[in-house]
């Protein structure tokens, strides 16, 4: 029980305009797991994600971080969510700094280090997901893969607990996603603490520890990698093999 | 591939070396274009003649020809003062008078000598006194009679060829005789002055002032018949005008003051002789090479240069032809001639022909260099001002905050704000002045963010504001009373109380209704119909407005009940319906007079229109109502309070009212109606004051502080500064509403994603505004930012309506004075395009510096 780094209980959220995107859904994951969300589009599985990192507010239900409830209107959000970090499907790099600049952004202004110290961090991480050599190069001189990689070494140099990862290379070009892949893989190794919704169906096999399929807001089946070889339900057969048609 | 584009000019291919030549060379022009010699040079001419007598009197004859006379009768003839002859004297004797008319020219001097001549003849004749008097003056009468006085107190007249002899009352000394047609003056030594209005058959004794008294007034003189002038030894000047219709000029002499260092009414000089060239220009000769120029009749004198070598001369008289043209003759045989009236000339800008650019250019060029200056001033601050309020203004339009996040998540800022923070800044306002007020409510707020920062450090458990965390059962307990606090205010005692939006609105209302503009129904569209009307107290109508505002967040404070549900919102509407229909209610009843009530088409046109209204309107708010049913999914409410963004809103109404308003009215009504400048300059003299006496407990470093203080107090809030202060507001103000928008377009531009991504590292709101957004968002929007700075400079010429001297203003002046209308305005024109295009090549630098790659479409590389 206590190495659930990440529980969600019963969360629910309408936008207002009242899509009813997520309508209680609960899991949990533990220290070191990585758990992959898959499901059709628009069945809810960036809401939870967002949710979780509180980007938006759910209507419902609860998250715990490490035991502590997080979304609660007291809390701290910016402290949470420099615990939880997020890769973006557009990766969102800041266009005006640097590569090693966007690492040590968030070093320098939310965990309050100095130039060094957080140069340090950002060379360290950069080199984890083997950036090293374009540290002085702007985002809009990257390519798409190497940019999801900064992405992920920004969010890794802030330490988080956890790390959810939203469609992390559905925006790539095919051969762009092999090196984004090895990285996500290499940090599960690594037994880092990940959340990843992907339409990657191999990879989540291959990576996860644990499979979600959520479909219309609700989680349709859950299980370890191999409920992909032997889907349970029909909506998950249906969409195994819809995918690969694909 | 396609050949790579080469841009035909930029000014970054220029090397270096050339650019810094070419702004020195500038900056030479303009700076050390040397100013042509500012000096003076005598408009006097030498004349040379071959002769040493001292002359002691000169004409000019009606023909324009000179005489001069001197010692041993040595006559001059200069005809029309250009052919310069000696010749042949009737006399030996010392000549020191002369006069001449239309028919004569007459010469006087020792021994009784008397000359004349008729002008058509060559030819001087002699007749003498016998009794051998040193004559010190002749002069011609109306009848062409010669009149002389001498040093004895005589007065004789040639008669029919006869001298004779006529009473003078006096044994004075007499000095000058001179007449204007058959009026005549006589000055004499004790202050005396004779006149006669007989052609000098009778004299009498005119009033002198008492300062004279003992003065010998050597010369007197008429202008035409309305002026007339007298100098005495001393070099007092003595003027007569004419009094009244019954009186003639030279009754009555009052002694002129001269503006001189010691206000003495004396210059210091003998004077020799005065020469009257218009009712207040007269001309002085003295001894020492003294020639002096007045041009107010005597109030201010310039002495005059002689040409050099002339310092000690001693100059005995003068001659006019005219106001300009004339001569003066001296000892050792001097004559000088001057075209000019005898004034100096200014070397290098004489005569300013205002015609000829060079000297227009020369003329003006000060005037329009300070207005340009002062418009650089005015548009500095003004972008700096308008940049900076634009930020703060697009950052609180896009701001997602909403009241309801206000109120419910910074309860504790909110409490301290509204207990602590206002009610002691209103009380500092009212004891010391707004400027100590805003003083206060500055210091309280960043005192208390740098304590919470403190606290909330050592807290590990780092809850609410400042350690305060009110508990959760108490918080809508809390927010109910702030409500009503709202509402009635701080109820103190003494006069300090803070009133709440009820007071306000009622005391606003009755303030109305005082004025008693034509209305005594309680109609309520009657009063409101008048809220325009209190003239010179639109403060009566902003009390009223804030009022209303303050009145209904009391209103919903109080009727929240914690999580701010629907209930509050039909609560809100019910209290919106109920005020709707009351004012619909009294104009109906009151209005139409429901006891003759006639059913007339017009009468029955405004009822159903009323009632139109009042059903549309009750539609509007409670669009749902019929279908008796309220989802949970109902988000069609047309208005949600707690969904009110309140930063977004007040950056609304800021910019629609500037943008709404014209940019004239509100350099006016900044300046002239709020007055924004005086107070800014007292709030800047009393914080200033303030500084220094702080400063002054700081010792030693007090010499290097104080006088900083001083020029930022000089600088900005000197005297003079105010119309400088409004327009710099009035420029910043107005352009923050429009910087505001192109800001907010330029943060809109942004995808939403960067924001995101910004929080998900943990920064804050603010955080990823000013790391990420802003500095991405202002790159995109330097275009259309120049764009509202050049808009700026060129709005800053309506700073001339507030009597603000900048380029514009002093371009009218120009034109007022000099009448060189396509000159001057075309200078100021360039001007202004020179200062906008500096602007627009600086912010291109800026563009292309900024530029980052792989950001954006820039046609660069
Ligand atoms: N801001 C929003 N406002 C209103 N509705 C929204 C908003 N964002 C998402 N939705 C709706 O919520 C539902 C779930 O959206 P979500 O983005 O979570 O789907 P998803 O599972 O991530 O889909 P995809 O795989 O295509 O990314 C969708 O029907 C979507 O239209
Ligand atoms: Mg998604």
Redesign the pocket.
């Known amino acids: 029980m206590d190495d659930d780094v990440l529980i969600v209980e019963d969360l629910e959220?309408i936008?207002?305009?009242g899509?009813?995107?997520?309508r209680g859904v609960s899991f949990k994951v533990k220290k070191g797991e990585s758990v992959a969300i898959i499901?059709?589009?628009?069945?809810?599985?960036?809401?939870?994600?967002?949710c979780i990192n509180r980007l938006?507010e759910p209507t419902n239900g609860i998250i715990k971080l490490n035991g502590e409830i997080i979304n609660n209107p007291l809390a701290d959000v910016n402290e949470i969510r420099s615990k939880i970090g997020m890769v973006f499907?557009s990766f969102e790099l800041f266009s005006h700094l640097k590569v090693l600049e966007n690492i040590t952004l968030g070093l320098k202004h939310v965990r309050g280090m100095n130039k060094e110290e957080s140069e340090k961090i950002a060379l360290e991480v950069l080199d984890r997901v083997d950036m090293l050599d374009r540290i002085d190069a702007y985002p809009g001189n990257l390519s798409g893969g190497q940019k999801q990689r900064v992405a992920i070494a920004r969010s890794l140099a802030m330490h988080p607990e956890v790390i959810l990862f939203?469609?992390p290379t559905?925006a790539l070009d095919p051969e762009l996603i092999g090196s984004v892949l090895q990285t996500i893989r290499g940090l599960a190794d690594e037994g880092m603490t990940m959340v990843i919704?992907t339409?990657e169906i191999n990879f989540a096999k291959d990576v996860a520890d644990r499979i979600i399929y959520?479909d219309k807001?609700l989680i349709e089946e859950e299980g370890p990698s191999d409920i992909i070889e032997k889907p349970k339900t029909d909506r998950l057969k249906e969409f195994l093999s819809a995918m690969d048609e694909e | 591939m396609f050949p790579k584009e080469e841009r035909i000019w930029a000014w970054q291919k220029i090397p270096e070396s050339s650019r810094i030549i070419f702004f020195a060379s500038i900056i030479i022009i303009i700076f050390l274009t040397p100013n042509l010699a500012e000096g003076y040079e005598s408009t006097w001419d030498e004349v040379n003649i071959n002769s040493n007598n001292n002359y002691n009197a000169a004409v000019i004859d009606s023909n324009g020809d000179a005489w001069v006379f001197g010692d041993n009768g040595v006559i001059i003839h200069g005809e029309k003062l250009t052919n310069w002859s000696i010749v042949n004297s009737p006399t030996v004797e010392d000549i020191l008078t002369a006069d001449s008319n239309e028919n004569l020219v007459v010469a006087a001097g020792k021994n009784g000598v008397v000359i004349y001549k008729e002008i058509l003849s060559n030819e001087w004749i002699n007749i003498d006194i016998d009794n051998q008097t040193r004559i010190n003056s002749v002069s011609i009468n109306n009848f062409d009679e010669i009149v002389i006085v001498t040093d004895l107190g005589g007065i004789q007249i040639y008669k029919d060829n006869e001298w004779l002899q006529i009473n003078s009352l006096t044994s004075e000394k007499l000095f000058d005789i001179t007449f204007e047609n058959e009026r005549g003056l006589i000055s004499g030594s004790s202050g005396l002055i004779l006149g006669s209005e007989d052609n000098g058959l009778t004299w009498e004794v005119r009033d002198t002032p008492e300062i004279v008294a003992e003065s010998e007034i050597i010369s007197i003189g008429y202008y035409k018949a309305n002026r007339a002038y007298a100098i005495t030894s001393e070099g007092n000047i003595l003027k007569s005008t004419q009094e009244s219709l019954t009186t003639t000029v030279g009754y009555s002499w009052t002694i002129k003051e001269i503006e001189s260092e010691n206000y003495s009414t004396s210059m210091n000089v003998n004077l020799t002789s005065l020469e009257i060239l218009s009712t207040t220009k007269i001309l002085l000769t003295g001894e020492e090479g003294f020639v002096a120029l007045s041009k107010d009749g005597g109030n201010i004198v310039t002495p005059q240069l002689l040409p050099d070598g002339n310092t000690y001369l001693k100059i005995n008289d003068m001659a006019m032809e005219n106001a300009f043209r004339g001569i003066i003759v001296g000892d050792n045989g001097k004559i000088f001639y001057t075209e000019n009236g005898g004034e100096d000339n200014p070397v290098g800008f004489e005569i300013i022909d205002l015609s000829n650019f060079n000297e227009f250019v020369d003329f003006t060029k000060d005037n329009l260099w300070e207005g340009l200056k002062a418009t650089v001033k005015i548009v500095i601050f003004g972008i700096l001002l308008g940049f900076f309020l634009g930020i703060m203004l697009a950052m609180c339009k896009t701001a997602p905050t909403t009241l309801k996040q206000m109120i419910e998540s910074d309860l504790e800022k909110t409490l301290i704000l509204f207990w602590i923070g206002i009610p002691i800044s209103i009380f500092s306002t009212r004891e010391n002045g707004i400027g100590l007020g805003i003083f206060t409510f500055l210091s309280i707020i960043s005192i208390s963010i740098l304590l919470d920062q403190y606290i909330n450090k050592k807290n590990t458990e780092s809850d609410g504001f400042l350690g305060i965390l009110i508990p959760e059962q108490h918080r809508n307990k809390v927010i109910k009373i702030l409500g009503l606090s709202l509402l009635i205010g701080v109820p103190i005692s003494g006069g300090m109380n803070i009133n709440g939006g009820v007071e306000l609105i009622y005391s606003a209302l009755v303030d109305f209704h005082d004025f008693q503009l034509g209305s005594d129904t309680p109609k309520l569209s009657a009063q409101l119909a008048y809220i325009f009307a209190p003239i010179g107290n639109p403060s009566a109508f902003f009390a009223l407005i804030i009022g209303i505002g303050l009145t209904y967040l009391g209103i919903l404070f109080i009727l929240t009940n914690g999580t701010f549900t629907k209930k509050t919102i039909y609560a809100g509407k019910l209290i919106l319906l109920v005020i709707l229909w009351t004012v619909i209610l009294t104009e109906l009843f009151v209005g139409f007079n429901l006891d003759k009530f006639d059913l007339n088409v017009s009468n029955l046109m405004k009822f159903g229109l009323l009632l139109g209204i009042g059903f549309f309107l009750t539609r509007r708010i409670i669009p749902k109502l019929s279908r008796k049913e309220i989802k949970i999914n109902d988000f069609s409410i047309s208005i949600d309070p707690w969904s009110l963004r309140p930063l977004n809103s007040i950056a609304t109404l800021y910019t629609d009212f500037f943008r709404n308003t014209p940019l004239l009215v509100q350099f006016m009504f900044i300046h002239f109606g709020m007055q924004l400048g005086k107070h800014i300059q007292n709030i800047g003299v009393d914080f200033t004051g303030d500084l220094a006496i702080i400063s002054s407990y700081l010792g030693p470093l007090d010499n290097l502080i104080s006088p900083l203080i001083e020029y930022v107090n000089e600088s900005l809030f000197g005297p003079g500064k105010r119309s400088y202060l409004s327009a710099i507001f009035a420029l910043g103000l107005n352009s923050a509403a429009y910087q505001c928008e192109t800001i907010r377009g330029a943060i809109a531009a942004i995808p939403s994603g960067q924001m995101e991504a910004g929080r998900s590292i943990g920064l804050t709101y603010m955080g990823t505004m000013r790391l990420i957004i802003l500095p991405q968002a202002i790159r995109i929007c330097i275009p259309p930012l120049g764009n509202e700075m050049v808009n700026l400079v060129l709005n800053s010429s309506l700073a001339s309506v507030i009597a603000y001297t900048e380029l514009t203003r002093q371009g009218k002046l120009v034109v007022a004075i000099t009448f060189q209308i396509f000159w001057t305005w075309g200078m100021v024109m360039i001007a202004y395009f020179v200062v906008t295009w500096t602007l627009a090549i600086l912010l291109r630098r800026l563009e292309e510096k900024t530029r980052i790659p792989g950001l954006g479409i820039s046609g660069g590389n």
Do not use: F, N, P
Request: net charge positive; aromatic share 4%; hydrophobic share 30%.
């Open positions: 959220k936008y207002s305009g899509v009813h995107a997520v499901g059709s589009s628009g069945s809810g599985k960036s809401t939870v994600l967002r938006i499907q939203d469609e559905s919704v339409h959520m807001g």
